[in-house]
T-cell receptor, first 114, second 116 residues
């Protein structure tokens, strides 16, 4: 039990639609990172937020966007869904920005785009 | 271009024996390495880490070894237990030396099965 929850657990969308995935971090965790894990692959870094501001981004297009809220919750928004967006989306929270601080992962949201 | 590689998709060992999981990386700037364990339907769980200033780090049954010249790290589990059966991910970062780059680059994972 990491104290990080994600919703929904599963989601089916069609190509071109928009989706919002949600993450609730541990209280006091100011950093949240989002990862995409395609089938048979390791998690790929999408972006990170620290105290409600984006703190870095991976190689994902602008249609992937996020928000972090003061209550330690966050969202990942994906516009104009493509078939390749089908994946497990993981969020991870940590107290600050130091890499030595353990990142706690949620169980993920599995997105299927048809 | 995969910067972190786990070339063995799976590994099977007997209970009580040693499990050795391997990981190679290509980016010599990586300065912090982590191992995560993942059970089905759960998120990855942090297991152990090592900074590039060390060669070895031990935590109970788990030891990580880092060979910087070979750009290779390994995770040793001794003795292996059936509950260790999971997917193990190796991850690397550029952030240890104080930079703000906390991003983790993961390998594809190795499925470890420990047989009773």
């Amino acid at each position: 039990e990491t104290g990080v929850t994600q919703s929904p657990t599963h989601l089916i969308k069609t190509r071109g639609q928009q989706v919002t995935l949600r993450c609730s971090s541990q209280s006091g965790h100011n950093t949240v990172s989002w990862y995409q894990q395609a089938l048979g692959q390791g998690p790929q870094f999408i972006f990170q937020y620290y105290r409600e501001e984006e703190n870095g981004r991976g190689n994902f297009p602008p249609r992937f966007s996020g928000l972090q809220f003061p209550n330690y919750s966050s969202e990942l928004n994906v516009n104009a869904l493509e078939l390749d967006d089908s994946a497990l989306y993981l969020c991870a929270s940590s107290p600050g920005k130091k890499i030595q601080e353990t990142q706690y992962f949620g169980p993920g949201t599995r997105l299927l785009v048809l | 271009d995969q910067q972190v590689k786990q070339n063995s998709p799976s590994l099977s060992v007997q209970e009580g024996r040693i499990s050795i999981l391997n990981c190679d990386y290509t980016n010599s700037m990586f300065d912090y390495f982590l191992w995560y364990k993942k059970y089905p339907a759960e998120g990855p769980t942090f297991l152990i880490s090592i900074s590039s200033i060390k060669d070895e780090n031990e935590d109970g049954r788990f030891t990580v070894f880092l060979n910087k010249s070979a750009k290779h790290l390994s995770l040793h589990i001794v003795p292996s237990q059936p509950g260790d059966s999971a997917v193990y991910f190796c991850a690397a970062s550029l952030g240890y030396s104080g930079g703000s780059n906390y991003k983790l680059t993961f390998g594809k994972g190795t499925l470890l099965t420990v047989n009773p």
